[in-house]
């Protein structure tokens, strides 16, 4: 999102619900930060269905995919953010979705398939899953990754959802992430639009607006947001278990104690299937095969390394090996992958 004189001031997300066209979501304090608007706020002259956009004022752009916009409010879709460093008695937050949504003037330039907008899906339970986030921090006009977990809701605004940062080192939210897409790997989904972000950059959290709030918040949303199908899968071969058991070996909070304290981190529906062996490489494989075999077991093994491993590389190289070999959330174990 730029200012007219190309100044950037945040991310946004292409939707396309049927029916509507391409359109931009971002945050209500991106664009008014962008036009210079007055107030704590910055809320002056635009709230309520007649407020409006000077025309010209913000452009959309795709980096480095040739292809810019100028953009409108659509009428309806304005929702202010919540106050972040006051509390008003008494005032009615449910609406304070720090969201706007913007569509291009008509003579914009086509999309091209390869810029299609993202698919996107509600964020549904704060479960702790990973999920990635592409902002725009000043000097980073290609764009910066943050990776974080999916954590609750609440912070400045009650249809607000945490996020906190899982690595010791890399990029942070900060500014220039607000209204960029929160994208599930896992479903291949965008789930959420980063909205703030704690001043304290050491903390490492964050908050987003899941997108069924957005669509709540703008009805017509809800016609794009598309749960993804199940995807059937076979339990990890003699091979992979034994590739996932290598890796798990190597983050020193597994690895040291031969997997027991993995173990006892599983629910006891799968904890209770692992027999005990006298060799490091034999249980931990025990411990896979026992996930891959059990509902929702490959995602409490995804969450139990994710906890232990605190973000470290050998973690995050287990991690990708587990996403690869194991059934995720909502596959079905035992059906051909």
């Known amino acids: 999102m730029l200012s007219k004189d190309g ?14 066209g391409v359109h931009v ?18 809320q002056t002259g635009m709230e309520g269905p007649g407020g409006l956009l000077p025309d010209g004022g913000l452009l959309v752009d795709l980096p480095g995919r040739a292809w810019s916009a100028v953009v409108r409010l659509v009428p309806g879709g304005w929702f202010p953010p919540p106050p972040l460093d006051r509390v008003v ?21 086509r999309l091209r398939p390869q810029e299609a907008p993202l698919p996107l899906a509600e964020c ?6 990973r999920v990635a986030i592409i902002g725009y921090p000043r000097g980073s006009p290609a764009g910066l990754i943050a990776t974080a977990r999916v954590t ?6 009650p249809e ?12 942070v939210v900060e500014r220039g992430f607000s209204g960029a897409a929160v994208w599930d790997p896992a479903i291949r989904r965008v789930i959420g639009l980063v909205t703030a972000a704690a001043k304290d950059r050491t903390v490492k959290v964050a908050w987003m607006l899941p997108m069924e709030a957005a669509a709540r918040l703008w009805p017509p949303l809800s016609g794009a947001l598309r749960a993804p199908a199940p995807r059937p899968c076979s339990p990890p071969s003699m091979e992979e278990s034994y590739e996932l058991a290598e890796a798990l070996l190597d983050v020193p909070q597994i690895g040291h104690d031969s997997g027991r304290l993995l173990r006892r981190q599983l629910p006891a529906a799968v904890r209770r299937n692992v027999p005990d062996h006298p060799w490091p490489r034999q249980q931990l494989q025990a411990v896979v095969q026992a996930c891959a075999e059990q509902p929702g077991g ?15 590389a050998p973690a995050a190289a287990a991690l990708a090996v587990l996403a690869r070999v194991c059934c995720s959330d909502g596959e079905a174990p035992g059906e051909p992958r």
């Open 160 to 171: 607000w959802v945490q996020l906190d940062g899982v690595r010791m080192t890399g990029a």
């Open 89 to 109: 008695p008494g005032q009615e937050l449910a609406d304070c979705g720090d969201l706007a949504v913007l569509a291009p003037h008509g003579d914009s330039p």
């Open 7 to 20: 100044v950037l001031y945040g991310a946004g997300v292409l939707v396309a619900p049927a029916g509507h």
């Open 298 to 312: 490959c995602a409490a093994l995804r969450a139990a390394v994710d906890g232990l491993g605190g973000g470290s």
């Open 152 to 157: 609750g809701r609440g912070g400045p605004c």
């Open 124 to 129: 549904g339970p704060a479960d702790e899953r």
């Open 25 to 42: 979501l971002t945050c209500a304090h991106v664009v008014a930060a962008a036009l210079g608007l007055p107030g704590p706020g910055r």
